[in-house]
């Protein structure tokens, strides 16, 4: 697959998208939207691809909406934005949650905006030490989008969720982390090599299984306990029905490395 704002490639049982129009930090117009989307769809429907790498060109990772096409002219009137977050933001947040195998980000710099919510819609995010969040959207008179109302309370718990909202400061890579709302935070150059790394891991890894285990934990925050343990159960069953779990059982009794197929 070819793009012109995104660069696609497949390595290892995964694939890596990079958002690429670094001289705007890799902020969103329509066209890497759609790139994107087109991107996501291919990896869902490609069993060679059990792991999804987001990354990003340059020295940011997303600043969000590209505000270049937001500026309001003289005579126009304001523009409705839930037509963008219905038709744009919403759909990559969702496809990102649906999408049944993990979706590792590396955050390189800054994430701010949409940017920032979209890095924390994916399962697993690494940033790198000189990254930063930004929920940049109160400093230009916006709430924030793409599920970061709902994310950030569940990450970070409410107090701090709404001071990130109100007060739209700049959190470094390594507060992230240690409020969780992040998994790690890695030197620099140990950034590409890390994600990479752990992307060809979980290729190799009982990828159904993790899809199903990615269901669960998004469905945990808005379920009672009794909906999850009902939930568990019926995942559970799809997942003992599985080859990977006929491989890791066969594998452990035999002594042996589990060759997962992913199915
Ligand atoms: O609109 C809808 O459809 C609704 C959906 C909204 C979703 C949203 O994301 S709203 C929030 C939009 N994003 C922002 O408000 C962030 C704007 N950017 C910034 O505040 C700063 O750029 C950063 C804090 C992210 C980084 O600051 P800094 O100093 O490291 O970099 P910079 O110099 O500001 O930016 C570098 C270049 O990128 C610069 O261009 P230039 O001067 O070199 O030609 C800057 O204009 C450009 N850039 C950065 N962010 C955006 C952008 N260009 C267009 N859109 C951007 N969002």
Redesign the pocket.
Known sequence: MTFNTILFEKKDGYAKITLNRP???N??NEEMHLELRDALNGCQKDDQVRAILLAASG??FC????????AVQGGEGP?D?S???EK??NPLVRQIQAIDKPVICAVN??A????A?IALACDIVYAAKSA?F?Q??C??G?IP??GGTWALPNLVGMARAKALAILGD?ISAEQAADWGMIWKCVDDDALVTQTETLCAQLAQQATFGLGLIKRAMNAAPTNTLDQQLDLERDLQKLAGFSEDYKEGVSAFLEKRKPNFTGK
């Open positions: 001289d705007v930090l902020s969103f020295r940011g600043a969000g909406q590209d505000l270049g096409d937001r523009r934005l037509q963008t977050i744009f933001y710099g800054v701010a905006g949409a940017g919510n930063s930004i940049a959207f400093k230009i916006l989008d793409s700049k």
